[in-house]
RNA sequence: GGGCGAAUAGCUCAGCCUGGUUUAGAGCGCCUGCCUUACAAGCAGGAGGUCGGGGGUUCGAAUCCCUCUUCGCCCACCA
């Protein structure tokens, strides 16, 4: 036995203690080599690849509920038998690990330009060297069983190559290309971004109405307006609608710009709208979108007003260069007042994107980028999801999804970094040459003309890696094994907040290279919030760190709680500063089944796991082996349909309320030999096999104590793990309802001589006996084997002689305590009454609506005259009626006769 | 401007698609009583709900339809 098993297998601690246990167990999982997903194997392979995370964060509950979603799902596959993959890995994170390695620098009174592009490259190597091991094996201690020899990372060697494959075949395909547009530029990050990465806020913005003159010394003005008077200084043209009578007396002349003295051509756009504003707009097609498609359609002058860091560049006059264009902006707006041309302000709420990154205002910039062409590459993506290829979890993402891929837009994918897969292009030197390379393999001089040549300075959006991620793992390019058996995989479990950065585009990348989806379910998980609401951050001091919830409570107690909480798609509320609160329920939970294993494992005695067990028929033994036949149903049915939430609820109500609260109290007397041998044995088998099943069920979300349990049941080889199954699925026809029925009754008996007890007193305990007495037939009837047990045990032959009994002899008492309690309930006779009337109440209403319908039904005239729907509308309400009478009816049988 | 979601116990949420086995549940919190040989990280009980308002469909609605109110979220180039 290794030594991580032996420790592992040390006695049960009084107490539940899951650091004891957890990380010796998960070394023994990794030496057995439970996770490792065979290329060779037989079984159906089931494949869920991990949302890489960044190679330098550290694990949040964001993380902790999704990869928690993760494990169950190959848990459960895996014990099922199929050939679990769970593809684990990291993601170089482009901006985010540049911004926070350059944050460093910072510390230290420096910037990357300091260091030089190489020796910035390295540092952050070093960082990412230093870092890439902590997220992983924090992944291992909340007890993700991860495939660790298959873990990858985006700016390795092999998905590099994957990443300068498909940029060159993109470009060769003619769907990458290099263009001259308005993109989003954060001018802290120094950086174009695409339009996924500027977050749009709303703002209390401004609309300030500015007058420009005309040029022809007339005196008169055109009235524009604008939420970003700064942008001004770059204006090269006015525009008004071509059916806007009041200006089309204008349009081909000059105004002249304010503050700068540039005269402006006043065209005439469709865009513009009459009824907003003035109905004048002025046009800057360096620094707006669609200011920049005005001026392209009418061949205006572009004037970038804006440095990379966005302060006003060399083009504006003097007094404004330098300025930080908000500082610009207040300027501006003094000068323009100065010179009365300011005509008024009003509040204007409109949004504003931001940098997902860092959070500065994005900066609409005209530059020169790389983009890939994305339409071509949504349709067959859009087709996947129509035909049903590709389904969402829940459904209402897959219409967001349908949504974005109709509207899709170019995708810019340069970015001016130096952390990323450097931009596979070369540009020749040579001054009349200008010949453009792009190669799969490094260039050494210009094929053209031999010239020196130099390689695009910028990188690839971090995104551009991750979309090939189901595959780029696998070896592709290369037509690998791995790739052969392992694409495409099954299940996606992701927070729809990347939706558009990686689901969707993922997607299309699997059309594109592999011609198929990359995985056929996709589930969003919700936001792990605090319980304000609030999205957990490192800045607003909210979040929840997973090591000390595991340290605090064992990671099955942390796995426990954000399944239970989170049924998927939506958010999940913890609150950070009473984690007891949030936590508690999962570790009381856990210690529950803990100390349900204390107890029965040292009273199996004569079971061996590894042997057939013999089942008695013991009414205790029927009904918990039918419950469990139930439980195993909805659990299985409910992993099916993703509905994980369901799977905890099921579990802890199984486990807590039916197995510890009801099955041990009930055979614990037989244990103890009161029944005798056999009755003991069958119990002893009964709880042997029930117990390991449950464990079995549980094992997907709480992995470490089930197998902790499960491997000390009596006859469990050293080996012995319920890791790889097998998924309990005990005989069909272990389901019961007559015991489930009866157990029922007992259930209801007990509940109703607790209740008469709280309400009458141990005073009045004669009173009680005395009503109980003259009910006696029915409890015989229906618990006869119950019955012998309790008297067997407590030695006693009469009710009565049993209530006295409590008071001296220990055994009685553990009966009474127990719940195997033999009085018949008199309140419960009164509520069955009062049931019986109620019942009865409804049989009658039924059967005259019955009644009705059927005259209906007979009547010649309405049969020849009444619709197609109404008279099957009718055939229907009969059928479903007679079925409610029945039913009403038999209830109402059983009960009469039982009273 | 479009699209989507939510509203059920003091709190966090199940249940709704496929109407009737639910007397509307769970966990936490609250109240009462118990250290009882697996478990006080527990046990036995209890209080607390016009299922957001209104209307409709139906024999029957938390569940289906319409509408209103209040909160969220996503997308979008109206300066």
Redesign the pocket.
Known sequence: MSPARAAERAELA?????SGLEGALYEAWKEAGAFHAHVDALEDPYVIVIPPPNVTAELHMGHGLNNTIQDVLIRWRRMQGLGALYLPGTDHAGIATQNVVERHLAAEGETRFDLGRDAFVERVWEWVRKYEKRILHQLEVIGCSCDWERTRFTLDEGLSRAVREVFVRLYEKGLVYRGRYIINWCPRCRTALS??E?????HA?K?YHIRYPLADDSGRFLE?????PE?MLGDTGL?V?PDDERYAEFVGQEAILPLVGRTLPIVADV????????????V?PAH????F?IGQRHDLETVDAMTDAAEMSEVVPQAYRGLDRFDARARVLVDLERENLLVRVED?P??VGHCYRCDTVVEPRLSLQWFVKMQPLAEPALAAYREGKLRFH????G??YA??ME?I?DWCISRQLWWGHRIPVWYCKADECGEMIVARDDPEVCPACGGPIEQDTDVLDTWFSSWLWPFSTLGWPDQTEELARFYPGDTLVTA??I??FWVARMVMAGYEFMDDVPFTDVLLNGTV?D?L?RRMSKSLGNGIDPMEVVER??AD?MRFTLI????L???????HEDL??AF??G??????I???????LPRLEGVDVTEDMTFSDELADRWIRSRLRRTETAVTEALEGF?L??VA?LC??FV??EF??WY??LV?ARLEGAGGEESRRGAAHTLAHVMLAWLELLHPIMPFITDAIASRVPGAPDSFSIVNGPWPDSHADWEDPEAEEAMGELQ?L??AV??L??EYGVDQRAEIVARVRAHTNRLEDVLATEVDNVRRLAGVESIEALEGAAEDE?GA??VL???TELFVPLRGVI?LDR?GERIRREVE??SD?LARTRAKLANEGFLANAPKEVLDREKD?ER??AE?HD?LE??YRALRSGT
């Open positions: 009084s107490r539940y203690d899951p339009n996924e500027a977050e749009h806020r709303e913005g609309l524009v307006a604008t939420t970003r942008t525009a609608h865009y513009v709208d009459p009824e907003f504003g003035s109905g004048v707009v002025k800057t707006d979108p669609n200011d498609e204007h409109h949004s829940p459904e209402r993402y219409r967001v949504n974005w509207n837009r729809d907040e939706l558009f919030r319980h609401g409570y064992g107690a239970r909480g989170a049924p798609g939506t958010d999940l509320h913890l609150n007891d609160k508690r329920p570790r009381n939970f856990a210690n529950k803990w100390n349900a294993a204390r107890f029965a509905r939430h369901e609820e802890h109500g807590w309320g510890c609260d041990l109290e614990k209801e007990i509940g607790r209740a007890r709280a220990p008492h553990a305590r127990s719940g509520d049931e209403r039924v609506l309400k479903s009626l409610q039913r038999e209830k």
